[in-house]
T-cell receptor
Framework: DTAVSQTPKYLVTQMGNDKSIKCEQN?????MYWYKQDSKKFLKIMFS???????INETVPNRFSPKSPDKAHLNLHINSLELGDSAVYFC??????????FGPGTRLLVL | RKEVEQDPGPFNVPEGATVAFNCTYS??????FFWYRQDCRKEPKLLMS???SGNEDGRFTAQLNRASQYISLLIRDSKLSDSATYLC???????????FGPGTRLSVLP
């Protein structure tokens, strides 16, 4: 009965690789998000989708490309991974763009 | 000035103590304010919303001061299980960002 789930939980990869993180929510929410939490624990929004449409796109390198096949899923694809991409990536969903429900996070380490 | 600033931590307090956190924000148009709790290696979880009239949930009291652009969180009779990082956040309205502060770490000691 997991509300917001992410896969994988851990991701270790080499610089230059391309990887994807998947997110699914079974709460029936219209809005989904990707956040990045860096080593200093700063949690910063990257993207927001409402009913599969992009509504927020913060200053994020275009190596990061979100994709929402339906309103229950928001995946994040990262091309040409760099050392600085190492962080915890949290997916979240919201019924009203206000209250945020977070997934468990994906810990990405780029070597 | 950063969008959201919080008291630097960590706060180390004995069990039973009362501890208060402050958070300032720069966007005067922000509509909604929140406190989230994040345990070590876990996701943030909503602790409480913050209203202008102030609100209380058990041992937790949150206040919003729009004139001075700050929110506060008071924890009374702190428990060991309150040890976590507390993040303040605000939301600017539909289509706007949800912005989190850097968090304040609390350790409640036996």
């Amino acid at each position: 009965d997991t509300a917001v789930s992410q896969t994988p939980k851990y991701l270790v990869t080499q610089m230059g690789n391309d990887k994807s993180i998947k997110c699914e929510q079974n709460l029936g929410h219209d809005t989904m998000y990707w956040y990045k939490q860096d080593s200093k624990k700063f949690l910063k929004i990257m993207f927001s989708y409402n009913n599969k449409e992009l509504i927020i796109n913060e200053t994020v390198p275009n190596r990061f490309s979100p994709k929402s096949p339906d309103k229950a899923h928001l995946n994040l694809h990262i091309n040409s991974l760099e050392l600085g991409d190492s962080a915890v990536y949290f997916c979240a969903s919201s019924p009203d763009q206000e209250t945020q429900y977070f997934g468990p996070g994906t810990r990405l380490l780029v070597l | 000035r950063k969008e959201v600033e919080q008291d630097p931590g960590p706060f180390n307090v004995p069990e039973g103590a009362t501890v208060a956190f402050n958070c300032t924000y720069s966007n005067s148009a922000s509509q909604s304010f929140f406190w989230y709790r994040q345990d070590c290696r876990k996701e943030p979880k909503l602790l409480m919303s913050v209203y202008s009239s102030g609100n209380e949930d058990g041992r937790f009291t949150a206040q919003l001061n729009r004139a001075s652009q700050y929110i506060s969180l008071l924890i009374r009779d702190s428990k060991l299980s309150d040890s976590a990082t507390y993040l303040c956040a605000h939301w600017g309205g539909y289509g706007q960002n949800f912005v989190f502060g850097p968090g304040t770490r609390l350790s409640v000691l036996p």
